[in-house]
């Protein structure tokens, strides 16, 4: 195995036997010289995730801990980890070594960038009409169309990972750690891409949607995030871009649907005191 490795990759496994190995194969095959150093940090796995991890290749490094944490699992992966950039990748995504090695290029290159992703790509093949429709709205939004970096992958320079300490005990890590960059210190790569399978149904996509609003929630009343955009602005912002496409309208209607519900059973769960939990949508890994 090679010492000195262009770049770090850890990927926080919680039962995710089903998918780790399609990702680890997509980096080995596109990595031949072993640019990548791989970290599976299997974490409070009930099911194969470390054996199946281990089993891909003899150059994967797999790290057991017993607690079911994405935070616990990530900073296990830093103690584990030896290379700068550092790339965090969620299991379910799929992305090819060259993206990763292309987000690695832009920051040799350029010392401002401590932040970046590869560009989002969403696979809506296996997705419902409702979802589809919802999708398309999206793409016109103030956070798909702004740099950002997130959803499943982003990578750190030296300099970006030292913008903080420990992974906080928190669900939102993605936004935590954006939020810490201003927009000139992150980047997308657009030549690159990773993606992600949106969820099956429109139920599944809404509960998706809770989590991460009640994950938005935990950030701001722990005072982790620094005061942004308003929702009330970026929503404007959507409207006056969407009302010059009316082809777009009635998706505009299922858009709707699919933000004010989550939000709302987000706000109910913090008004109950019931706590932030992690949850996942099971449609996007069959």
């Known amino acids: 195995m ?4 262009r770049m770090s990759v850890i990927i926080p496994a919680h039962d995710e036997e089903a998918v780790i190995g399609r990702l680890l194969a997509r980096l080995i095959d596109g990595d031949p010289d072993e640019r990548l150093e791989l970290v599976v940090v299997a974490n409070g796995c009930a099911d194969a995730t470390a054996a199946v991890a281990a089993s891909v290749a003899p150059r994967v490094r797999v790290v057991e801990i017993p607690t079911a944490s994405k935070p616990a699992a990530l900073n296990a992966g830093d103690a584990a980890a030896s290379a700068f950039p550092r790339a965090y990748v969620d299991a379910d995504v799929r992305v090819e070594a060259h993206a990763l090695l292309a987000v690695a290029e832009l920051m040799e290159q350029d010392s401002g960038v401590l932040a970046a992703a590869p560009s989002l790509a969403i696979d809506l093949s296996r997705a ?6 919802h999708y398309r709205i999206w793409a016109h939004s103030d956070y798909r169309r702004e740099s950002h970096i997130g959803s499943g992958v982003y990578v750190l320079s030296r300099a970006g990972r ?5 992974f906080p005990s928190i669900i939102a890590d993605d936004r935590y750690v954006q939020q810490l960059f201003d927009p000139a210190e992150r980047r997308t790569v657009p030549d690159h891409t990773f993606s992600i399978s949106a969820p099956a149904t429109l139920d599944a996509e809404i509960a998706r949607a809770t989590r991460i ?3 938005n929630a935990e950030l701001e009343r ?7 955009a ?3 602005h970026s929503a404007h912002s959507l409207l006056r871009r969407i009302a ?3 082809r777009l309208w009635p998706a505009l209607v299922v858009y709707g649907y699919g933000k004010a519900v989550p939000r709302l059973r987000a706000r109910r769960r913090v008004q109950a ?3 932030v939990l992690w949850s996942r949508d099971e449609s996007s890994r069959v």
């Open 244 to 246: 010059r496409h009316p």
């Open 273 to 275: 005191g019931l706590p």
């Open 162 to 166: 030292a913008r903080f300490g420990a």
């Open 213 to 215: 609003a009640a994950g």
């Open 2 to 5: 090679i010492a000195n490795h």
């Open 128 to 133: 419902s009409l409702a979802v589809r429709l």
């Open 230 to 232: 308003s929702t009330a």
């Open 222 to 228: 722990t005072g982790l995030v620094r005061p942004g």
